[in-house]
């Protein structure tokens, strides 16, 4: 006998952006006689925005409160059944089932579910080596994450910061501890630090990091991290070197938390995120969703899966999914891959291939990098801007942007998104009605200027 629409049941596996995002547009979609919700969280939080954790080290955010977009009494108060500090240990996909254990007591319960959403996010890779999980040493990914961060520095007498990785985090939180009045060394596997640049353009990301006082440390490894008599880190190592620390903080990216979908024999990519069709649904199942950063996304670029862990997508993961659950109709199409960060004043903005990006996936490309200025140059507080840009060879398809600068760099990407979701050529491009006044922008965007010079470098080709 098949269950009545009233007792219908959505599990949620994970109750940050994704998962609640999820859970609260299905709840828009139907009352609780319709669809009973009951969602799963690890972690002392819920709805909160992770992207925001290096502003709170770094004291920019005051509160901790101030990155939190919903309560679990909010969520309880809309209808759905949060239960904090519940980690789903097992799926049970033949038996529709989660079973899950209450993190301070161990007791442990199975739930049965009609619809399931997994969000279970993302988690900070921990190098293989001894003393990564030592006192002192930080990955910075979850509130709770940047919580122990913050009763470290609370605790630590020292001043000595080793981050390790110069990636977004990285970079973000080599910004945190300076602002903490910290001596700071990134230590960097790559040549270069932001490995999502292509080199040239990272060398500008190290000029201007070296140029606030930070120590970078480029194309060394971490092979170990070593403790003093009191277990605490004290240093790390390299092969050929020894930087003294007195907290250490992990930005070496993050991994899709997978381990439950995998074990429930859930299909993953080669990224280790969970595959889904356009509408969230897991492939080859018709009652499980997932999104955020658990997932892979179609690269509209490129064509191919990527993972990338980002607040936006996942929200709109669970936009997409909480109207498919609701009984409405909604798809996530893809990306393209644009990211902005900033360290100090300094802005950095991605979006689409690198050239190594394109050329794994056999595009042959022109590129041009342009220096120009934020303002028209005579109206004050103009400041450089380096933009480069990549197009397709004959087609002049727009294929990437990479912008390094300082005060409104880093969201001057966004025109390059949209060129690049429109499928425009860099001559279409040329020919953009941007916004102009000389306290904006020269008469000729930046952006606009990479354009033309890309326009007429494909004619040449």
Known sequence: MSMSAANERLVVIGG??????????????????????VAFERGHFSSYSACGIPYWVGGDVEEREQLIARTPEEHRARGIDLRMRTEVTEIDVAGQRVRARDVDSGAESWTSYD?????????????????????????VQTLDDGQALLDTLARTRGRRAVVVGAGYIGVEMAEALINRGYEVTV????????????????????????????????????????????????AVATEDAEYPADVVVLGIGVRPETALARAAGLPVGRYGGLLTDLAMRVRGHENIWAGGDCVEVLDLVSGQ?????????????????????????????????????????????????REKDARRVGLQFETVTIESTSRAGY????????????????????????????????????????????????????????????????????????????????RAS
């Not at 619809?115 to 990955?139: N, Q, S």
């Open 16 to 37: 940050d952006a994704a998962g609640m995002s999820a859970a609260s547009q299905a709840r828009r979609m139907k009352g609780p006689d319709e669809l009973e919700i």
């Open 115 to 139: 619809k399931l959403v997994i969000a279970t996010g993302a988690r900070p890779i921990r190098p293989e080596m001894p003393g990564a999980d030592a006192p002192g040493v930080h990955g």
């Open 187 to 234: 230590v960097n596997r790559g040549r270069e630090p932001m490995s999502t640049l292509d080199p040239d353009m990272g060398r500008l990301v190290h000029e201007a990091m070296a140029g606030l006082g930070i120590t970078m440390v480029d194309d060394a490894e971490v092979t170990k991290v070593l403790t003093g008599e009191d277990g605490r880190v004290r």
């Open 305 to 353: 899966e990527r993972h990338i862990a980002l607040g936006t997508h996942a929200n709109k993961h669970g936009q997409v999914i909480g109207a498919n659950v609701g009984g409405g109709y909604a798809t996530f199409p893809g990306v393209v891959g644009t990211a902005v960060s900033k360290v100090c004043d300094l802005e950095i903005a991605r979006t689409g291939l």
């Open 379 to 458: 109206y004050p507080g103009a400041s450089p801007m380096t933009v480069k840009m990549l197009a397709e060879r004959r087609t002049g398809r727009l294929l990437g942007v990479q912008i390094v600068g300082r005060e409104g760099a880093g969201k001057r990407v966004d025109i390059a998104a949209v060129a690049l979701t429109a499928g425009m050529t860099v001559e279409q491009m040329t020919a953009l009605d941007l916004g102009y006044a000389p306290p904006f922008s020269p008469v000729w965007d930046p952006v606009l200027v990479a354009a033309r010079k890309a326009a007429l470098k494909v």
